[in-house]
T-cell receptor, first 117, second 111 residues
Framework: DGGITQSPKYLFRKEGQNVTLSCEQN?????MYWYRQDPGQGLRLIYY???????QKGDIAEGYSVSREKKESFPLTVTSAQKNPTAFYLC????????????????FGDGTRLSIL | GEDVEQSLFLSVREGDSSVINCTYT??????LYWYKQEPGAGLQLLTY?????DMKQDQRLTVLLNKKDKHLSLRIADTQTGDSAIYFC???????????FGTGTQLKVEL
């Protein structure tokens, strides 16, 4: 079945440590996204990528980094500069920019819950 | 800037209808979506509506769009305990495939 796989499901970070969250999709989608979800809040966009080897900052990119070396993969690194990393992280993908009149829903993985040790 | 608002909480009895509301400010919205999130899981796409439509029905789900008032609603008929979840509305604005999400409405279905 086609879908989006996020791993690990749970992750713990020590002080001063960088951690990387994995996101892989086999939907042949061009665009991929990373969101952060805090309790009682909506989704906030961290980074997104419209095409391989290109990505843009979202609304809360500080303390995070990404890469897009392959179409299928969009890993997110939470760096030690992110002082409040505890959250639920969601990865999504969509067909990509086909113009404003094209229906392009985003499809989501099951998320990674990151906590501080 | 873009803003999407939803009420935080809704409680209904099993078998009743649920209506979840959403208001947005971006008049260039093209497609509007409803997603469902169960505890500890990602978001599941439920349905969507194109901005030139007023209504869309899909089994127990009815989406109503009032474009003049920038108001979107999701009606769930015969609500079941399995419908308990957080529901997010989202819209695609003039910027292509980026979506703006509301804060989510927690639906609780009581027996």
């Amino acid at each position: 079945d086609g879908g989006i796989t996020q791993s690990p499901k749970y992750l713990f970070r020590k002080e001063g440590q960088n951690v990387t969250l994995s996101c892989e999709q086999n939907l042949n989608h061009d665009a991929m996204y990373w969101y952060r979800q805090d309790p009682g809040q909506g989704l906030r966009l961290i980074y997104y990528s419209q095409i391989v080897n290109d990505f843009q900052k979202g609304d809360i990119a500080e303390g995070y980094s990404v890469s897009r070396e392959k179409k299928e993969s969009f890993p997110l690194t939470v760096t030690s500069a992110q002082k409040n990393p505890t959250a639920f992280y969601l990865c999504a993908s969509s067909m990509g920019d086909r113009g404003v009149w094209s229906n392009q829903p985003q499809h989501f993985g099951d998320g990674t819950r990151l906590s501080i040790l | 800037g873009e803003d999407v608002e939803q009420s935080l909480f809704l409680s209904v009895r099993e078998g009743d209808s649920s209506v979840i509301n959403c208001t947005y400010t971006d008049s260039s919205s093209t497609y509007l979506y409803w997603y469902k999130q169960e505890p500890g899981a990602g978001l599941q796409l439920l349905t969507y509506i194109f901005s030139n439509m007023d209504m869309k029905q899909d089994q127990r789900l009815t989406v109503l769009l009032n474009k003049k008032d920038k108001h979107l609603s999701l009606r769930i008929a015969d609500t079941q305990t399995g419908d308990s979840a957080i529901y997010f509305c989202a819209h695609a604005g003039g910027g292509g495939n980026k979506l703006t999400f509301g804060t989510g409405t927690q639906l609780k279905v009581e027996l």
